[in-house]
């Protein structure tokens, strides 16, 4: 364990109170976490957290609850990570449908926002060209875009062959590193850490399913052809710096980007208080779009 101590509003997040839940889609059990009670609330104010590839719901756990003051935050694990259950072959409308299914079972109110990160970013975009969900704004935080190759060559260590099993927790927590490698503040990488173990014939491994893998490194999506906005949050050290230098709007697609500056791959581990800034101003951002457009209507 780390010799860091938390801060106050990491402490104050992990004690919110959070309800729990599990859907079956497909035959398989997807579980989720929420913040702020169900309300009949205006469309668009909801949120809903997708994480990306071999994580999971608690990666938003630090997240989640300072986002919920005045909205209901639904967080997921996608089937094949975490506590949900696998399947024999993964697909980027799979894991959308489960998506869709657990806004509905969570109590999200209509036209909620996404906000995708790596992996979850991609389906996210997939989730919003679908008129059943029809989310009011999708935010991706550094996915891998068509552009971006990285992610995919940095995935290949991780898919070959089965998990280790380890003798204790501790000896498996102590390999706990992100893909692509990154800083990690102790006391987040310690919450995040022992929520991704589990325990096999008395020994320890990971909780994701590596046949996810095959499927993460196939699902770029296009963002030119969407009826809702998209923001693309561009870690500086993750895998959509480069386009960010290029140009702060993809041109083809017409997406902004936005720099999370001296972010890893993986904000949520290294610049938590950035990356709620950054979702907390977008989302402000849509709201204002909104006012205005019905004042001017």
């Known amino acids: ?78 089937s094949g990570h975490g506590d949900s259950g696998a399947r024999e072959d993964y697909s980027a409308d799979a894991w959308a449908d489960e998506i869709e299914a657990v806004a509905e079972d969570a109590g999200v109110g209509s036209h909620p926002m996404i906000v995708g990160h790596s992996l979850g970013g991609l389906v996210s975009l997939r989730v ?3 008129a059943s969900l029809a989310p009011a704004g999708v935010i991706v935080v550094d996915s891998p875009m068509s552009s971006s190759f990285a992610h995919a060559r940095a995935t290949e260590r991780i898919k070959t062959g089965p998990h280790k099993t380890y003798a204790t927790p501790d000896e498996v927590l102590a390999r706990f590193r992100p893909v692509p490698n990154q800083h990690m503040l102790p006391y987040v990488r310690d919450h ?22 095959p499927t993460t490194a196939n699902v770029p999506d296009r963002i030119d052809d969407l009826d809702c906005p998209v923001v693309l949050l561009a870690a500086e050290h993750g895998l959509l710096a480069d386009e960010y230098r290029r140009s702060r709007v993809l041109p ?8 999370l500056p001296d972010a890893g791959h993986a904000p949520m581990l290294d610049r938590p ?16 779009t909104r006012i205005l457009a019905a004042a001017r209507a």
Request: charged fraction near 20%; hydrophobic fraction near 55%; charge should be neutral.
């Open 252 to 259: 083809e697609d017409g997406a902004a980007i936005v720099l």
């Open 192 to 213: 995040i850490a022992a929520a991704s173990i589990r325990e096999v014939e008395g020994r320890w491994t990971w909780k994701f399913d590596h046949g996810v893998f």
């Open 128 to 130: 919003a060209r679908r």
């Open 1 to 78: 364990m780390s010799a860091v101590e938390a801060p106050a509003w990491f402490r104050e997040a992990l004690a919110a109170p959070v309800e729990r839940g599990v859907v079956r889609v497909a035959g398989v059990p997807i579980v989720w976490r929420a913040w702020g009670g169900p309300r009949a609330g205006e469309p668009g104010q909801d949120l809903v957290l997708v994480h990306g590839g071999a994580a999971h719901g608690g990666w938003w756990d630090h997240i989640g609850p300072r986002l919920a003051s005045d909205r209901r935050v639904v967080a997921l694990d996608l």
């Open 273 to 288: 208080l950035a990356l709620l800034a950054a979702i907390e101003g977008v989302i402000s951002g849509w709201a204002t």
